[in-house]
């Protein structure tokens, strides 16, 4: 049951996203969201809604998947649309019904926020998310924030901490696991009862993780010791991040999109 | 007192993903009551797949788990009063504690019964004395205790529930000679008095063979054999198909017997063995006074 956490949602490919250097995806990434924030008109939200439905199709992960991530969101979709249906003050009204005014202006800005959020999500879960691998993602941070170790930041530490949380999810996760099942043939019950007595069923769950959890950091600390692992000064790495020309030419193109943007914006119907 | 039985069980781990894998295949046994039972079986054959079962902790894909007679399944609300019928230990058992003190941890079984205060203690002391844990030991942080130590207060954390059928998963692996020896000693001393059943899981045929009256043998989560010790060990080649092993001391014997030393290989126990190597020398000798 708990098995089906997964975290990161890798889905390993061979799709040109997945092939693009992990930093370059970074980059992109913040490229894209600046075009999805920036857009206000028609016409630019029409171009965003096309780029992110052409990263998907670049991704070759089943639409299904990535419209699977919006069901937690849509609580938030609906709550914005209506906020902003009923409160948005425009020029021309709708619908007047006592106290409730809905405007043309008001429509359109829900439906220009709820489509921001989908390709926010969809954008972000495609370009990265899905197409890296957790370790990867780690090495690109840990080189593009390389720069402020000249400002004393503990970047490789830093990254380094990451990656050994990655590391070490699925191995807790399968410990909880174990950990219930064996206060559950000790009759524990975590199922019932009060929310009070639910959070005090989980006392003989935590604290044994948490031993174990201490435990193994004792351990790796001591293995990464004896393999005299001393932080990031001369570290090399066995896989070096290269980028290529077509990383390049991808990262120019979304900076292109995104000043593109803000040209659209002035184009079509805007609020 | 009840016995316990599978019929027909399939297990199958995530159903319908890239993953799936069926971890028990149709597999029939009844392990009757009264009895000690060893499983045995080579890594992931499904041994503890099997354990967590018969205490309802993992629910059949297809089949009947049989305890008194009674489908333990028939009423999924109450399944917890089977898991206090069934007591399990699980493997490795030690990382399980988390009770400020040993007495405390032994007791949280019990005490989730719903066992009054009299009774509790009767049973906290009793399972801890079969445990080999000495009083002073009972008022300790569990967490100041040696591996060896915590192992005996886990199993001790189930005995105290008092269950019909104990299952203990690899009780004593990881533990040395002695230590493995009280472990299981006293624990089927504690058998003996309430008259339940115990299922052994081991890797050691050794143990297996002193200890069980009735050993099933699993292979690729199918049942590759089943019967009595002698009936299991007679026939080496099927158990070396399932990548077993003989117990050391029968191997013993068989080269003895290679080299015409002795006549059968039917020993299972050093005990057994001493006792045969005792009348082969004693043959010889009064062999050799005769010629
Ligand atoms: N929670 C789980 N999810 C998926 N597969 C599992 C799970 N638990 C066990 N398996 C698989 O089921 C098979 C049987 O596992 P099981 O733990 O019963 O083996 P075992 O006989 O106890 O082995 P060992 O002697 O190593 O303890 C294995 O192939 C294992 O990979
Ligand atoms: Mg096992």
């Known amino acids: ?271 | 007192m009840s016995g316990i039985e599978v019929k027909n069980v399939s297990v199958v781990y995530g159903a319908g993903t890239p993953f799936e894998k069926k971890a028990l295949d149709n597999v029939s046994i009844d392990f009757g009551s009264d009895r000690v039972v060893g499983i045995i079986g080579h890594t992931g054959s499904g041994k503890s797949t099997l354990a967590m079962l018969l205490n309802g902790l993992n629910k059949p894909t297809e089949g009947t788990v049989l305890l008194g007679g009674e489908d333990i399944w028939a009423r999924p609300k109450e399944i917890s009063k089977v898991r206090f019928r069934v007591g399990l230990v699980f493997q490795y058992p030690e990382y399980q504690l988390f009770e400020e003190t040993v007495y405390k941890d032994i007791a949280f079984g019990p005490k989730n019964m719903g066992m009054d205060e009299e009774n509790l203690d009767r049973a906290v002391r009793n399972a801890a004395k079969f445990c080999g844990i000495e009083d002073t030991m009972l008022e300790k942080s569990p967490f100041e205790l040696s591996g060896g130590q915590k192992r005996r207060v886990a199993i001790a954390g189930v005995a105290a529930m008092d269950p019909e059928v104990l299952v203990l998963d690899e009780p004593a692996a990881g533990l040395d000679p002695a230590g493995r020896e009280e472990i299981i000693g006293g624990l089927l001393e504690y058998r003996k008095q309430r008259k339940s059943t115990m299922l052994i899981i081991s890797h050691s045929m050794e143990d297996i063979a002193r200890y069980a009256d009735y050993i099933v043998v699993l292979d690729h989560g199918k049942v590759h054999m089943q019967g009595t010790p002698a009936e299991i060990f007679h026939d080496a080649e099927r158990l070396f198909e399932a990548s077993l092993d003989l117990p050391q001391v029968t191997k013993l014997f068989v080269e003895l017997k290679k080299r015409a030393l002795a006549e059968e290989t039917d020993v299972y126990t050093c005990k057994e063995g001493v006792r045969r190597i005792k009348a082969i020398i004693e043959k010889r000798l009064t062999g050799e006074a005769n010629a």
């Open chain 1, 1 to 271: 049951m708990l098995k089906d956490i997964t975290l990161g949602q890798f889905f390993p490919g061979n799709s040109l996203l997945h092939k693009t250097d992990a930093r370059f995806k970074i980059l992109i990434l913040i490229a894209f969201l600046v075009a999805v924030i920036a857009a206000k008109s028609a016409w630019s939200f029409l171009a965003v809604v096309v780029v992110t439905a052409a990263f998907v199709a670049l991704s070759r992960i089943p639409v299904k998947i990535v419209l699977k991530n919006l069901k937690p969101l849509i609580f938030i979709l609906v709550f914005t649309g209506i906020l902003n249906i009923f409160f948005y003050k425009g020029e021309t009204l709708l619908l007047h019904w006592s106290f409730i005014k809905i405007y043309k202006e008001g429509l359109i800005y829900a439906g220009f926020m709820m489509l921001r959020l989908v390709c926010l999500v969809c954008g972000s879960f495609v370009i990265l998310t899905y197409t890296t691998s957790p370790l990867d993602m780690t090495d690109a941070i840990e080189k593009l924030l390389s720069p402020l170790k000249a400002l004393h930041v503990p970047v490789h530490e830093f990254a380094m901490m990451m990656t050994i949380a990655l590391r070490f999810i699925p191995t807790l996760v399968e410990e909880t696991d174990k950990i219930m099942c064996a206060q559950k043939a000790r009759g524990a019950d975590m199922e019932s009862g009060s929310l009070l007595k639910r959070a005090k069923a989980l006392v003989p769950i935590l604290i044994p993780l948490f031993v174990s959890a201490f435990r193994r950091a004792d351990e790796l600390a001591e293995a990464m010791e004896c393999r005299c692992y001393h932080g990031g000064e001369g570290r090399t790495r066995m896989k070096q991040m290269k980028s290529r020309f077509s990383d390049w030419a991808f990262l120019l193109l979304m900076m292109v999109f995104a000043v593109g943007v803000f040209f659209i914006n002035g184009y079509g119907v805007r609020v």
